[in-house]
């Protein structure tokens, strides 16, 4: 068997042209902030597409940069100040900061009405309790994912290879909330295959590149590998792709599977909070 490819470019193409669409009845653009703190290249290189998708679909955006040495008080200084500019709807505080800053606190100033990644303590537990009002943006990509290829969520068996504040939990509370059974799974787990080869959607986010091998595969799984890695000098996944393609139903590439989701997901939730502030 070969497995289907699940297409996240043109998934993620559609989504942004239908709010491109949208985004252009409005009176008023939808505005997204951006803060980087620090050097990280990745950080730099995803805001930069972040804000260039923006553009595309024509939402408003700026970027914030602190540097390596920032505190933890010009960060929260800068957040609030974001709080209160009425151009501006969402705030994006890339992660992850540098480590004389607390995200904890950091997420916690993010007004709730402003909160476009579902960081902030209370939409954390909301989704807990199963509201999800403003969830974060890569576990909805990968749920749309699965509900864009027609797959069935409720009674299977999900495994996450991952417990990642940003993808692995709040993966694992939406596929719950959807009636999956949920195993999560990560770096101390004791024979990873074992749970891998249980799962008829397994969803990759170890943040190691080729982790998941066809043999802890399911014959007829779907797989999503979350892994952006760089490795001698291209970019592969958590998942060895070429030969979980013969084994899987269906598979995400990367890149053109979670990542452009990722940013589809950040616009729709950009265009949300815009909606909801206008209506208060
Ligand atoms: N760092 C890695 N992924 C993300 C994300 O989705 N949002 C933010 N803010 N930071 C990230």
């Given at each position: 068997m070969t497995a289907q490819i699940i297409d996240g470019k043109a998934i993620a193409q559609k989504i942004k042209e239908k709010i491109k669409a949208e985004v252009a009845t409005l009176g008023k653009k939808p505005g997204l902030a951006a803060i980087i703190a620090g050097d990280n290249p990745a950080s730099k290189i995803y805001v930069g597409m972040k804000r260039k998708t923006c553009k595309e679909a024509g939402i408003y955006s700026e970027e914030h940069k602190l540097p390596e040495q920032a505190t933890e008080k010009e960060l929260i200084e800068l957040i609030r100040k974001l709080n209160n500019e009425d151009k501006i709807d969402a705030i994006l505080v890339q992660l992850?900061?540098?480590?004389?800053?607390?995200t904890e606190k950091a997420l916690n100033e993010v007004a709730i009405e402003k909160d476009v990644d579902g960081f902030s303590p209370a939409n954390v537990g909301k989704l807990m309790a199963g509201n999800e009002n403003m969830v974060p943006c890569t576990p909805k990509g990968i749920i749309r994912l699965l509900e864009e290829t027609g797959?069935?969520?409720?009674g299977k068996s999900a495994v996450i290879v991952g417990r990642s504040n940003i993808v692995g939990k709040p993966t694992a509370l939406m596929l719950l909330n959807r009636n999956a059974t949920v195993t999560i799974c990560h770096s101390?787990?004791?024979?990873l295959a074992e749970h891998t080869r249980k799962a008829d959607i397994l969803i990759a986010a170890a943040g190691k590149p080729k982790l998941i091998t066809a043999d802890m595969i399911k014959k007829g799984a779907i797989v999503i590998d979350v892994g952006i890695n760089k490795a001698d000098g291209e970019i592969s996944g958590d998942v060895d792709y070429k030969q979980a393609k013969e084994k899987a139903a269906a598979i995400t590439p990367v890149p053109g599977g979670v990542g452009p989701m990722t940013i589809a997901m950040l616009l729709e939730n950009t265009l949300k909070l815009h909606k909801e502030r206008k209506q208060k």
């Open positions: 992850p900061l540098p480590p004389q800053i607390s797959t069935k969520i409720d101390k787990t004791s024979n």
